[in-house]
């Protein structure tokens, strides 16, 4: 009944049906789908983003046994990143009730809105890093109070991140993956590169996991707020595009 109401766009009386669901979400066990889905949706079809967001603190607290996905971090925070742009679509008078599907993975899943893809059924959103982080501020803030010439910065290209991406050689396994592949060539040309892998994800088993760890690609992680000592940036595609990699550098 909420949900109808509020496809409706009649705000008012979804949110009073919605006050009963709510009151059962605080008892029901937290893998309850179906009441679960139900307070997220009239929650951000009636623009309570509180209530929404209270209803995935909930459900996905520590220690619940739903959190099994190596992926459940990204996806919840890509689920809260997005909800000032749900919210903005409901405070616009230009569009009436209705429904749209929306990707929470790196690329295009469903037909709808994306953070990345370059399908013609999905249409691109600023993805939720950005919106989380408040578009860089704290790094943009950083290089304004703190800016380093260009003559002190060091003159090598320089990259450090994780090393998500596809495998494109079978044969060479995890040795394929693009970011891999750099780091493979910034070893051999240190004079002019300083490239590494801070953090080993996705690796297909355990023992890929090892010879990456002991192949001398790993590096320590560098802070965002030093990225602007280095002259040069290489931005790469992980699974998709870098979302923060231009951004950060620039």
Wanted: negative net charge.
């Amino acid at each position: 009944m909420a949900k109808r109401r509020a496809l409706l766009g009649e705000f008012a009386a979804a949110c009073a049906s919605l006050q009963a669901p709510l009151s059962k979400f605080g008892e029901c066990p937290p893998d309850d789908h179906y009441i679960f889905a139900s307070v997220l949706h009239v929650a951000l079809l009636t623009r309570q983003v509180d209530t929404a967001a209270e209803a995935i603190n909930r459900r996905f607290r520590p220690g619940n046994e739903l959190r099994t996905s190596p992926r459940f971090d990204f996806v919840i925070n890509c689920l809260i990143g997005i909800l000032p742009i749900c919210l903005a679509g409901h405070q616009c008078s230009g569009l009436g009730p209705g429904e749209i599907q929306i990707s929470l993975e790196d690329h295009g899943t469903l037909p709808g809105l994306a953070f990345c893809d370059n399908r013609p059924e999905f249409y691109l959103i600023l993805d939720s890093p950005y919106l989380l982080l408040h578009a860089y501020a704290d790094i943009l803030r950083h290089s304004e109070q703190q800016p380093v010439a260009w003559h002190d910065r060091k003159p090598v290209a320089f990259r450090r991140g994780s090393a998500t991406g596809r495998i494109t050689d079978p044969a060479l396994a995890w040795r394929s993956l693009p970011r891999i592949r750099l780091c493979e060539i910034g070893c051999q040309h240190s004079d002019i590169m300083d490239t590494g892998i801070s953090e080993l994800v996705q690796m297909p088993n355990e023992s890929a996991q090892s010879e990456a760890s002991a192949s001398g690609l790993m590096a320590d992680l560098v802070p965002s707020t030093n990225f602007n000592r280095y002259r040069y940036h290489i931005d790469i595609d992980g699974n998709t595009n870098s979302w923060p990699g231009c951004s950060r550098s620039c």
